[in-house]
């Protein structure tokens, strides 16, 4: 199918209804080499109050504290998950035992550290099921808070075949604890659009951990340039009318919750129908989500066409001081660097080559890769996209089969093993600077 210049365009590009504050960006060249720093070795010598670690965020990149998610004996019997705090004194706290989650279902639970220094958000996420959770280690470990079920949010109406109003069924709509400027929200992405935009529902979290009411970020492509004429103009409403997208999946979302916006990277399959000719596509769109000028949630999405086509949503997204970078599956594994400062893509597949069984790791305003070797060590490839070539590699030995590197916080990671208990590692940069490109 032959398109036309706009055509092109059209899929290409999108744009959200309010722009972002310009990103202040530090130009500063980024490591290339990294060392893994043992926090806590075998967190489960000695009589630890659980049977198993199931999840960890550190307080942050500098303190040693960290919080717990674990398999434990509930004082009003039988065993649950529990969140506990152990200090960098060593000292362990049960901060709440309360959550009434099953260990079965521990996959429904994750760990997302905050903004600032000790902070914690759990998520309970499942179809219909969405509360939150906040503690705070400072001054002292404790719950601050908890919410109902948030399972149906954003809380929209549909008119059914007959005409009657009723509450739409979002029970499997992907959902997301996000933050921007250091405050939290919560975002549902619609699986799927029946025209040619994408919306994205975003509400506030309130003190209490309620939902401020939605507001509806639709990102859609205009057919208002100027350089096209009233002609092309029309012919581009006429195309808009023939797109929809059948199908919208979250692949990855920023973990790093401290700078100012967070980037989502989605897969997003887009149909054309018109007379005789129908036609599908996919791409990767990346959305960069902040606040505006008003204090009001706004975003950019944006796509190119020639980078690779995800084949499934599943990957990773982490940024360093310049750039975001997502690692997903396509017909080979791919990188793509997206910098939010001049809107550009590039493909940096090549480059870090290998990419197989990799995940995208994030490290404190920083990146690499990291995949688990068949002989149970944990080999670290620091990204180092001002001259590729330059990245080096890092093997780390836990001493006892590792089997995966989890993450707990920028730069922090749960090294889970065959042999012995998990261990809590840091990735930082080596104190050997690279050379210039």
Not at 136 to 143: C, H, N, T
Not at 266 to 288: C, I, Y
Request: some cysteine; hydrophobic content about 40%.
């Amino acid at each position: 199918m032959n398109r036309t210049p706009w055509a092109s365009a059209l899929l290409a590009v999108g744009c959200g209804p309010l722009p972002i504050e310009p990103f202040s960006l530090d130009v500063s060249a980024n490591c290339n080499e990294v060392v893994v720093e043992e926090v806590w070795a075998d967190l489960d010598e000695g009589d630890p109050p659980w049977t198993q670690v199931v999840a960890a965020a550190m307080d942050g990149p500098e303190g040693d504290g960290v919080w717990l998610l674990v398999v434990a004996e509930l004082s009003a019997g039988g065993s649950g998950l529990v969140v506990m705090h152990r200090d960098a004194a060593g000292t362990i706290v049960v901060v709440d035992e309360q959550l009434g989650v099953l260990p079965t279902r521990a996959s429904t639970v994750s760990l997302v550290p905050g903004p600032g220094q000790g902070q914690l958000w759990l998520v309970e996420k499942d179809v219909g099921l969405f509360r939150l959770h906040r503690y705070d280690a400072v001054p002292q470990p404790v719950l601050l808070d908890r919410s109902w079920n948030h399972g149906e949010f954003p809380g929209l109406s549909c008119m059914d075949d007959d005409g009657s109003i009723s509450p739409c069924d979002v029970s499997e709509w992907p959902r997301e604890l996000v933050f921007l400027q250091g405050l939290p929200f919560v975002i549902a992405i619609p699986p799927s659009s029946d025209d040619s935009s994408i919306d994205i529902l975003v509400s506030g979290v309130q003190g209490d951990l309620q939902l401020s009411p939605p507001i509806n970020l639709n990102f859609d492509n205009e057919c208002n340039d100027s350089d096209l004429s009233d002609e092309e103009k029309e012919l581009c409403e006429a195309h808009k009318a023939t797109i929809t997208h059948p199908n919208v999946e979250p692949i990855a979302i920023q973990t790093d919750t401290r700078p100012p916006t967070t980037t989502l990277a989605l897969l997003r399959e887009t149909q054309e129908d018109q007379p005789g000719d129908a036609f599908t596509s996919a791409d990767l769109a990346l959305v960069v989500l902040g606040i505006d000028k008003i204090g009001r949630a706004s975003g950019t999405l944006l796509s190119d066409p020639n980078i690779s086509i995800p084949l499934v949503a599943e990957g990773q997204v982490a940024i360093d001081t310049r750039a975001s970078y997502v690692l997903y599956r396509s017909f080979v594994p791919a990188l793509v660097q997206f910098s939010p400062l001049t809107k550009e893509f590039a493909m940096l597949t090549d480059a870090a080559a290998p990419l197989d069984e990799k995940r995208l790791l994030q490290l404190d305003e920083d990146v690499a890769l990291g995949r688990v070797l068949g002989d149970g060590t944990w080999e670290v490839t620091k990204l180092f996209p001002d001259a590729p070539e330059q990245s080096k590699v890092t093997i780390h030995d836990p001493g006892g089969e590792l089997v995966a590197a989890l993450p707990a916080g920028p730069g922090a990671f749960l090294l889970r093993t065959q042999t012995q208990g998990p261990d809590l590692v840091r990735v930082r940069c080596s104190d050997v600077p690279p050379t210039e490109p």
